[in-house]
């Protein structure tokens, strides 16, 4: 069982509260700190929590607090990160992880130094249907991974702050794109190391200092490549996909708009559909559980379950540092227009993997380029000549 103090009273400290209390969880927030004591009150009356602050040293500090759970603005994490280490409590913290790498890098640091147990709270790495498709990946069913897109969009968030460069850290690649970015690096291989980034980033829509929209390529060391796309400017909800590709087969997740369950509603009793829903009338796409399907559930049990295992989690300070090393290069892509290489201080992965020889043999004297039945009942063969390198065709009725 594990007793929490919860930093931050709002969205997400909301629906991580949701998942840490919810079902049956012998889990409990024993403490919550919030800026203002309305909310600080609120929160506590709604989750049951005994104890509330104005104070984040109080909260973290508290005798009965195990582990502290940080799901404040970017710019306060390390603030936050650095009590933990003084204190010497467990942190888990929401992404992303820092403001850019350095940031990162000293929690990272800061957190090791402290010896106490860290998670970064990428729920989108959790998510049910994530993880069947990533034992599905790491049994082979897709063979090697050459491209694995991620994509996470919807009409922009929710509070001041995120539209505040300095106090966000950037636009919606930062917020979003650590989705991305993860989801991407879990398929390729979190041992694979990133090599380079080019980006398109733009502020398309909003009247912002950062970037409303931005398409990224992550280039891997083993020559697969990861893709994001992320905006703050899409109409029509909160729209999360993924595709992999690998060269014995394909996966297309979709995490929320399609999920299996549509309804239609003239809009009598239409409330609450699902985060960032447009509509609450017509044809709309409710979500079952929310908690589950964005991964908190299996998050939280992975977190506590390590902890109290004495393990690291699957998702570490670490991971938050690469992730924020890989946006980092993406900013520097979108700004000069080239290849930028992912500037990792600290990398625990495999050193110089090449990328995998690719020819098959289709006998001796030719190695097999592509095979396919036609519709007039012929197949066809494509086959290079292993000496020649010429392209030829064969038909076999
Ligand atoms: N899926 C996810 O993992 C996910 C989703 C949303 C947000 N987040 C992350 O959670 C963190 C908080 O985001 P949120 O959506 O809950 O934000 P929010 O604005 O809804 O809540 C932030 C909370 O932080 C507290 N706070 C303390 N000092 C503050 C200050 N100076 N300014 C503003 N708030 C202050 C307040 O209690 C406030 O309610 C961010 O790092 C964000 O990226 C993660």
């Given at each position: 069982?594990?007793?929490?103090?919860?930093l931050?009273?709002?969205?997400?400290?909301?629906?991580?509260?949701?998942?840490?209390?919810?079902?049956?969880?012998?889990?409990?927030?024993?403490?919550?700190?919030?800026?203002?004591?309305?909310?600080?009150?609120?929160?506590?009356?709604?989750?049951?929590?005994?104890?509330?602050t104005l104070?984040?040293?109080?909260?973290?500090?508290?005798?009965e607090v195990?582990?502290?759970?940080v799901?404040l603005?970017?710019?306060l994490?390390?603030?936050?990160?650095?009590?933990?280490?003084?204190?010497?409590k467990?942190?888990?913290c929401?992404?992303?992880?820092?403001?850019?790498?350095?940031?990162?890098?000293?929690?990272?640091?800061?957190?090791?130094?402290?010896?106490?147990?860290?998670?970064?709270?990428?729920?989108?790495?959790?998510?049910?249907?994530?993880?069947?498709?990533l034992?599905?990946?790491?049994?082979?069913?897709?063979?090697?991974?050459?491209?694995?897109?991620?994509?996470?969009?919807?009409?922009?968030?929710?509070?001041?702050?995120?539209?505040?460069?300095?106090?966000?850290?950037?636009?919606?690649?930062?917020?979003?794109?650590?989705?991305?970015?993860?989801?991407?690096?879990?398929?390729?291989?979190?041992?694979?190391?990133?090599?380079e980034?080019?980006?398109?980033?733009?502020?398309?829509?909003?009247?912002?200092d950062?970037?409303d929209?931005?398409?990224g390529?992550?280039?891997?060391?083993?020559?697969?490549?990861?893709?994001?796309?992320?905006?703050?400017?899409?109409r029509?909800?909160?729209?999360?996909?993924?595709?992999?590709?690998?060269?014995?087969?394909?996966?297309?997740?979709?995490?929320?708009?399609?999920?299996g369950?549509?309804?239609?509603?003239?809009?009598?009793?239409?409330?609450?559909?699902a985060?960032?829903?447009?509509?609450?009338?017509?044809?709309?796409?409710?979500?079952g559980?929310?908690?589950?399907?964005?991964?908190?559930?299996?998050?939280?049990?992975?977190?506590?379950?390590?902890?109290?295992?004495?393990?690291?989690?699957?998702?570490?300070?670490?991971?938050?540092?690469v992730?924020?090393?890989?946006l980092?290069?993406a900013?520097?892509s979108?700004?000069?227009?080239?290849?930028?290489?992912?500037?990792?201080?600290?990398?625990?992965?495999?050193?110089?993997?090449?990328?995998?020889?690719?020819?098959?043999?289709?006998n001796?004297?030719?190695?097999?380029?592509?095979?396919?039945?036609?519709?007039?009942?012929?197949?066809?063969?494509?086959?290079?000549?292993?000496?020649?390198?010429?392209?030829?065709?064969?038909?076999?009725?």
């Amino acid at each position: 069982m594990a007793n929490i103090a919860m930093l931050g009273s709002g969205f997400i400290g909301r629906f991580y509260a949701d998942s840490l209390q919810g079902q049956r969880s012998r889990d409990k927030i024993v403490s919550i700190y919030s800026r203002r004591e309305e909310s600080a009150k609120k929160f506590a009356d709604d989750y049951q929590v005994a104890h509330w602050t104005l104070d984040m040293e109080e909260a973290i500090a508290r005798p009965e607090v195990g582990v502290v759970c940080v799901s404040l603005p970017n710019n306060l994490h390390e603030t936050a990160v650095n009590l933990c280490c003084k204190h010497k409590k467990a942190v888990i913290c929401t992404k992303p992880l820092g403001r850019n790498a350095q940031e990162a890098k000293r929690m990272l640091e800061a957190v090791e130094k402290a010896g106490i147990f860290h998670g970064y709270l990428e729920d989108l790495v959790y998510t049910p249907k994530f993880l069947k498709a990533l034992q599905s990946v790491q049994d082979g069913a897709l063979g090697r991974i050459l491209w694995a897109k991620s994509r996470e969009t919807h009409p922009g968030p929710h509070s001041e702050w995120f539209w505040d460069k300095e106090q966000a850290g950037g636009g919606c690649m930062l917020d979003l794109g650590c989705h991305c970015v993860e989801i991407g690096r879990s398929f390729i291989g979190k041992d694979i190391k990133p090599v380079e980034v080019m980006c398109w980033a733009d502020t398309q829509v909003k009247p912002i200092d950062a970037e409303d929209h931005a398409i990224g390529l992550v280039k891997y060391e083993n020559g697969a490549i990861g893709q994001f796309e992320v905006s703050w400017t899409f109409r029509g909800g909160l729209d999360l996909r993924d595709e992999v590709m690998g060269t014995e087969g394909t996966i297309w997740l979709n995490s929320f708009l399609r999920t299996g369950f549509d309804m239609f509603t003239t809009g009598k009793g239409a409330d609450y559909v699902a985060e960032k829903a447009e509509s609450n009338t017509g044809w709309l796409f409710p979500v079952g559980d929310e908690l589950n399907e964005l991964g908190y559930n299996h998050m939280f049990t992975d977190m506590f379950n390590a902890m109290e295992a004495g393990k690291a989690p699957r998702e570490s300070f670490y991971d938050g540092y690469v992730v924020n090393a890989i946006l980092d290069a993406a900013y520097k892509s979108a700004a000069s227009k080239k290849w930028e290489p992912v500037e990792l201080e600290i990398w625990r992965g495999q050193e110089g993997v090449t990328k995998a020889k690719t020819l098959q043999d289709y006998n001796d004297q030719y190695y097999l380029v592509k095979e396919e039945m036609t519709h007039f009942g012929a197949k066809k063969l494509i086959l290079k000549d292993k000496t020649t390198g010429q392209i030829i065709e064969q038909t076999i009725s």
